[in-house]
């Protein structure tokens, strides 16, 4: 099939030089080139790089097969069912070498939806733009003469700035609903507008992110929260209705409760911002935050019925967490790190006494402090806690003793046991 858009672009008209590519992509494109195979450079490796930007990874296609490659690399390992890949990998780095595949009805296995579950069928380099989700997604740096080939006018929609789908939108988002999350998180990350028919039919088709398994609903939420476009993400998701797919709870949360959504706008800007500034973050940390509130709530229910409070709060960690993780799953370590941080919102209210030091000592201490600083930023009676700690840490050995034995906590009436017994021994 041949398509009539077919664009050469040579190299001395675009800007994608080797100098932006990394060392090990070369390496495989050189190799598969030398072999005798088609290889070119796709996907989000050239597009950011007629963009100004630094790619993130760098994908590779080729009409060599999984196979084939393996036989080219030692270090190669062949991945995934739907899609079969390569990876070859070069330490940390891995390069994901995929061989052409083709967009053909009669061999893509489809649901009754719609929905493709396998489509390991080969093609031309054509057939496999065709396939590719948006226009700017599917420009190919070929090895061989440093040209770019554009089937499906991606370089004219980069020159518009906008995302377009490629083929029919509705069939596309049928097809593969995640591609409804790939249009907000690359139109955020690049600032593209989304196009027009590539954006109406999101709002009524979000429902369709109900059949997709959590574990790959996780990976997009990596990459929607933790690659600095995560505030203006999670605003356009909400205004797409697809947020309430992925955090039912939050979402439902933060339309009736306006506090409870500017406490996650800033946990959003924070990660952002610490993105910016090569900061660690840790994607446990905004999941805590947006659980929060679903945790309060539940354990209200339970103090409703009588139940002590520490009690009622903890024992609703589990199941907050569980039914999170029916759409974006959350792997155990996260939901420890979760139950750390929320369990440090207790433990943080005692400043006096013994066990300010193990609180200090906690390995998620600062982790738990960050969120009890978010929480006093939109609940002021937190504030004097905050502080308290947020001295402590700077104070010295001295310092720190004097503070301790003022013994007044801040953060919330006296333990109400001890102060029971402390009135009945009067
Ligand atoms: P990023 O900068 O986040 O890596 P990317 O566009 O490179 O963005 P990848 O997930 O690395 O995203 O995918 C590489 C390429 O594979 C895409 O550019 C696109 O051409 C194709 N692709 C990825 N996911 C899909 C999908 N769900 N449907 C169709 N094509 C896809
Ligand atoms: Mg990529």
């Not at 370590?333 to 906690?362: C, E, P, T």
């Amino acid at each position: 099939m041949t398509n009539p858009n077919q664009h050469i672009i040579p190299r001395d008209q675009h800007s994608v030089s080797r100098e932006f590519i990394s060392e090990n992509a070369l390496k495989v494109l050189y190799r598969l080139h030398k072999s005798g195979y088609q290889a070119y450079l796709v996907g989000g490796g050239v597009r950011d790089i007629l963009l100004g930007l630094r790619p993130k990874d760098f994908d590779i296609a080729t009409d060599a097969t999984p196979e084939e490659i393996k036989k080219l690399f030692r270090n190669c390992r062949i991945i995934g069912r739907r899609f079969r890949l390569a990876h070859i990998l070069y330490g940390r780095d891995i390069i994901e070498v995929a061989t052409f595949r083709a967009h053909c009805d009669d061999n893509i296995e489809q649901r009754g939806d719609g929905m493709i579950v396998r489509d390991n069928v080969y093609g031309t380099v054509e057939e496999d733009a065709i396939r590719r989700d948006f226009t700017v997604n599917a420009l190919y740096y070929n090895i061989a003469d440093f040209s770019i080939h554009d089937y499906c006018g991606g370089l004219a929609d980069l020159e518009k700035r906008q995302l377009k789908m490629i083929g029919d939108p509705i069939e596309r988002y049928k097809e593969d609903p995640v591609r409804m999350l790939r249009a907000v998180r690359l139109g955020c990350k690049l600032g593209l507008t989304i196009e027009d028919n590539t954006a109406k039919p999101i709002n009524e088709m979000a429902h369709l992110l109900e059949g997709i398994p959590a574990a790959r609903l996780w990976e997009e939420y990596k990459k929607m929260f933790l690659s600095g476009r995560g505030q203006r993400t999670f605003n356009q998701l909400k205004s797409f209705g697809l947020l309430q797919y992925l955090f039912p709870q939050t979402s439902k949360e933060i339309n009736e409760d306006d506090d409870f959504a500017e406490f996650v706008t800033l946990a959003l800007e924070n990660t952002d911002r610490r993105i910016s500034e090569d900061k660690s973050i840790n994607p446990a940390f905004l999941l805590a935050v947006m659980l929060w509130k679903p945790l309060m709530d539940r354990t209200e229910r339970l103090v409703s019925k009588g139940m002590h409070f520490n009690d009622a709060f903890y024992k609703n960690f589990n199941p907050t967490i569980n039914q999170q993780s029916q759409t974006v799953s959350i792997m155990k370590r996260h939901g420890a790190v979760m139950q750390d941080i929320w369990a440090l919102q207790i433990r943080l209210k005692f400043n006096y006494g013994k066990r300010v030091w193990s609180v200090l000592d906690h390995p998620r201490f600062r982790a738990g402090y960050d969120f009890l600083v978010l929480r006093s930023e939109i609940d002021p009676s937190l504030k004097p806690l905050a502080d308290w700690w947020t001295e402590f840490q700077e104070a010295g050995r001295e310092q720190r003793i004097k503070m301790i034995a003022k013994g007044k906590s801040l953060g919330q009436k006296r333990n109400p046991r001890k102060r029971k017994s402390r009135t009945s021994n009067s």
